[in-house]
């Protein structure tokens, strides 16, 4: 069955400096990935997705994320964070034969100034 | 501008009573989905549509039904209101195909008193 895992519930930055946001995912073939945030009180927006090719896919307002087969991983990344960054990140992902997504738990981030 | 709308944003309603929630898209997607957020579980979905009369169960659906009469709109229906459905409501639209985006509406958020 397909999941997705967020190790991370919270985490906390300062401005300016960089970010990672980890996501592991269990599925048996290559799946769908896919990044949103959610800002207080707002729905979800999408950052990024990955389908196939280049395994470093750049998505809106700086953030980046690479796909690893190896590791099942799909981490979200940004080399300078700023204050309004701070947001719930979720990872999901989607099977190639079905429309469905499934999401992760996500992850809160708080920046400080 | 196309969009997804959904109403009410908030909703108090009593145990046992039926509550149905409201979603409305403008982009003409064939595809519509619910999701409840919860701390801890992230979005899970409840029920979905990929078509006029189509509907189908989420991994979450005891306790809520849908029906699609068009393409715009997929109601969501409590039948008797528990207070285990307290949540945040989530809607969101897709055109047909797994790589395209989900577009999620404002959220609704149920206390179930």
């Known amino acids: 069955a397909q999941s997705v895992t967020q190790p991370d519930i919270h985490i906390t930055v300062s401005e300016g400096a960089s970010l990672e946001l980890r996501c592991n995912y269990s599925?048996?073939?290559?799946?769908?990935l896919f990044w949103y945030v959610q800002s207080p009180g707002q729905g979800l927006q999408l950052l990024l997705k990955?389908?196939?090719?280049?395994?470093l896919v750049q998505g809106i307002k700086g953030f980046e994320a690479e796909f690893k087969r190896s590791q099942s991983s799909f981490n979200l990344r940004k080399p300078s964070v700023h204050w309004s960054d701070a947001a719930e990140y979720f990872c999901?992902?989607?099977?190639?034969?079905?429309?469905?997504?499934?999401f992760g738990t996500g992850t809160r981030l708080q920046v400080f100034p | 501008d196309a969009e997804i709308t959904q109403s009410p944003r908030h909703k108090i309603t009593e145990t046992g009573r039926q509550v149905t929630l409201a979603c409305h898209q403008t982009?003409?997607?064939?595809?519509m989905f619910w999701y409840r957020q919860d701390l801890g579980h992230g979005l899970r979905l409840i029920h979905y549509?990929?078509?006029?009369?189509?509907?189908n169960k989420g991994e979450v659906s005891d306790g809520y039904s849908v029906s699609r009469s068009n393409t715009e709109d997929l109601p969501l229906t409590l039948e008797s209101a528990a207070s285990s459905q307290t949540s945040v409501y989530f809607c969101?639209?897709?055109?047909?195909?797994?790589?395209?985006?989900?577009?999620f509406g404002p959220g609704t958020r149920l206390l179930v008193l």
């Open positions: 969101a639209s897709t055109k047909q195909g797994s790589q395209e985006t989900q577009y």
């Open positions: 599925y048996g073939a290559t799946p769908y």
């Open positions: 990955y389908f196939s090719g280049d395994t």
């Open positions: 999901a992902v989607g099977a190639r034969n079905t429309d469905k997504l499934i």
């Open positions: 982009w003409n997607h064939n595809n």
């Open positions: 549509s990929y078509g006029v009369h189509d509907t």
